[in-house]
C-alpha cells in the first residue's frame, strides 16, 4: 500500500532564506507520481509542482524545486528565497500508476518570519 | 479559465439530516474526485469518476456516503443520516485525464459541521 510520510509539523524560516520540506514515500508500484500542494489558511489546495518516478531531472518550478532521490523514497520540496505569502501548511502526495487516487501525508506547516 | 466550484461553502447540519454537496469541475476535465479532510489531517481518498467508466467508491467510509456524476460535468456528493464524525471539509478535485501524471485541481471545499 502506498504511504506517504512528513516527520516535520512545523517549520520557520526567515524571509529570503531556502527552506527544505521533507517527504518520504513507500510504494511497491515502480511507476508513480509525486506531487506537493500548498494550502493557505484559506483551505483551498494550490498544486506547486510534480515529479514522476521515471523522470530523469529533478522537477522546478520557479522558486519550488524538487528534490527527488529515488533509491531512498524521498521528494523533498525546497523553497528558494522565502517569502511571507509562503506561510501555510504543505502537503506531499503520491499517486500510483494503478491507483485512482493521490494519498496525501499529513502536511508540515510553515512559517515564514522577518 | 474558470476552476473547480463548490457549493456551499459552508453548510451546518444535525446529526440525522442528510446533506448534498456540489462540485463543477473544470470544463473539459474527464476526471473527478472527492476527499475529505478532518481538522488538522491530510486528505482522504473518498471517490472517483472517470468518463463513463463505473467510478472507484474504495474509500467511502461507510453506506452512508454515496456520489453521483452526470457524464462530465456536475458531480453531488450525499451523506445520509449525518453523525458528528461526518464534521470535516469536503474537498473536489478534477483532472484532465485519470492519468497518473496528470494534476489535480482542487476546489475551496465545502465545510460540513454536523452539530
Known amino acids: 500500500a502506498q504511504k506517504i510520510t512528513q516527520t516535520q509539523p512545523g517549520m520557520f524560516v526567515q524571509e529570503k532564506e531556502a527552506v527544505t520540506l521533507d517527504c518520504t514515500y513507500d510504494?511497491?508500484?515502480?511507476?508513480?507520481?509525486l506531487f506537493w500542494y500548498k494550502q493557505p489558511s484559506s483551505g483551498e489546495m494550490i498544486f506547486l509542482i510534480y515529479?514522476?518516478?521515471?523522470?530523469?531531472q529533478n522537477a522546478t518550478e520557479g522558486r519550488y524545486s524538487l528534490n527527488f532521490q529515488k533509491a531512498r523514497k524521498s521528494a523533498n520540496l525546497v523553497i528558494s528565497a522565502s517569502q511571507l505569502g509562503d506561510s501555510a501548511m504543505y502537503f506531499c502526495?503520491?499517486?500510483?500508476?494503478?491507483?485512482?487516487?493521490?494519498?496525501f501525508g499529513t502536511g508540515t506547516r510553515l512559517q515564514v518570519t522577518l | 479559465g474558470a476552476g473547480v466550484s463548490q457549493s456551499p461553502s459552508n453548510k451546518v447540519t444535525e446529526k440525522g439530516k442528510d446533506v448534498e454537496l456540489r462540485c463543477d469541475p473544470i470544463?473539459?476535465?474527464?476526471?473527478l474526485y472527492w476527499y475529505r479532510q478532518r481538522l488538522g489531517q491530510g486528505l482522504e481518498f473518498l471517490i472517483y469518476?472517470?468518463?463513463?467508466?463505473?467510478?472507484?467508491k474504495s474509500g467511502l467510509p461507510s453506506d452512508r456516503f454515496s456520489a453521483e456524476r452526470t457524464g462530465e460535468s456536475v458531480s453531488t456528493l450525499t451523506i445520509q443520516r449525518t453523525q458528528q464524525e461526518d464534521s470535516a471539509v469536503y474537498l473536489c478535485?478534477?483532472?484532465?485525464?485519470?492519468?497518473?501524471?496528470?494534476?489535480?485541481?482542487f476546489g475551496p471545499g465545502t465545510r460540513l459541521t454536523v452539530l
Open positions: 478535485a478534477s483532472s484532465f485525464s485519470g492519468m497518473s501524471g496528470d494534476t489535480q485541481y
Open positions: 510504494t511497491s508500484d515502480p511507476s508513480y507520481g
Open positions: 515529479q514522476g518516478s521515471y523522470d530523469q
Open positions: 502526495a503520491m499517486r500510483e500508476v494503478t491507483a485512482s487516487k493521490l494519498t
Open positions: 470544463s473539459g476535465h474527464t476526471a
Open positions: 469518476f472517470q468518463g463513463n467508466s463505473a467510478p472507484d
